[in-house]
Each structure stands twice: as structure tokens, then as C-alpha cells.
């Protein structure tokens, strides 16, 4: 894959789930779809906006994963059945804070996602619960405060940063890396970030 960095992930301004992957050449990456009216979580990856060509799928395990159960596996696999790992929350998300373990094939794991600024739930969900003026004040605090995440090795050390940019009309993200990791690793974390930011859209 060799994406330069950093990325950005941009959801599409549609009445579908729609968002676009590319890399810091404007090279375009990934194009990804989420299927709407499903009772599991299921999303789909092209190599272009057209969508003749899948490469990916993404899928929550159990038939009523994605709906029901938080901590459901996401997995991703290859258009050829191949699975690359998946994402896996590591407990229910709380109003302070969820995490995230990104797992290699065998279910080793690889990463894990740490939230930077939990604090941001709290205050979301305070807001959030004025009538009215609870709605107009969260727009503003979405559009001034951002939330970031950090990918951390298996030693602790971080790797990667994804950062949520400020927008009232579209949701953008950027992915920077830290340092250099193993090159067969960069499938692995781009799926699984396009699965956090799926699951993350709606905080700031």
C-alpha cells in the first residue's frame, strides 16, 4: 500500500455513509461505503468512487453485532476472504472514556487506540442534556474542541495519531505517524482506523 503521510479520511457530504481515504500526494487510497439498514455493522472498501473494483469487507461478528453488542469484532477481510485483523472494543463505552484493541489475523494484538481527551464524553453528554440551548451550545464546543487518539505498539509507544478536524458541514480526520513501523502493518491500521472513525464520528 505505501501511503504517504499523513492521511485524511473525509466523509462525503450524502445521505449515505460514504468517506474517502487518501494520502498526502492526493493519492486516493480507499473509498469506503457503510451498508444502511443492516442489523450488523457491514462496510465495504473500493478502490475508486465508482465501486467497481472491492477490495475490503468489514463486518461486526454474531447476527445482531453492530446493534447490540459494543464490544462485537470487527473484521476485516480481503476481497479474496483473506482476513487482515479487526477492531475490537476492549469494554462498554462509558461517558468518560472507550478504548480499542486492533488485532493481527491470529487475534494477537497489534495496537491499541487510546482516547486523548476523554474528559470530551463528559462534557458532550453534560451539554447535550439542556433542552434547546443544550443543542446550539454542542455545536460550538463540536466545532472548537476536537477529539485526538493515539495508536500505541504492543510496547507501549505511540505510533500513530489521529486527529478530527474542526468542520460544521463535513467530518474530517487526519492520521500522522509517528514514527516507522513495519511496513505490513500500514493495511492493517488504515482499515482499522476507518472502523474507529466510523465508530467515533459523532464526538466533536
Known sequence: MNPQFPLSIE???SL??????TDASGRLLAFVKEKTFSIRDEVRVYTDESRQVQTHGMRAQGLMAGMLDWRARRVI??????EVGSLQA???RTLWAAGYDLLGPGGQTRFTIRDDQPWMSLVEAGIGAVPFVGDLVAMGFDYLVNPTYTVLDPAGAPAYRVHKKRSFLSRRFTVEELRPTTPGDDELVLLGLVQLV???????
Not at 477481510?77 to 483473506?82: E, F, K, L, N
Not at 466510523?198 to 466533536?204: A, D, H, K, N, T
Open 77 to 82: 477481510v480481503r476481497a479474496d476472504g483473506t
Open 16 to 21: 449515505f455513509t460514504e468517506l474517502r481515504v
Open 90 to 92: 476492549q469494554g462498554m
Open 11 to 13: 466523509f462525503r457530504f
Open 198 to 204: 466510523l465508530r467515533e464520528r459523532e464526538r466533536g
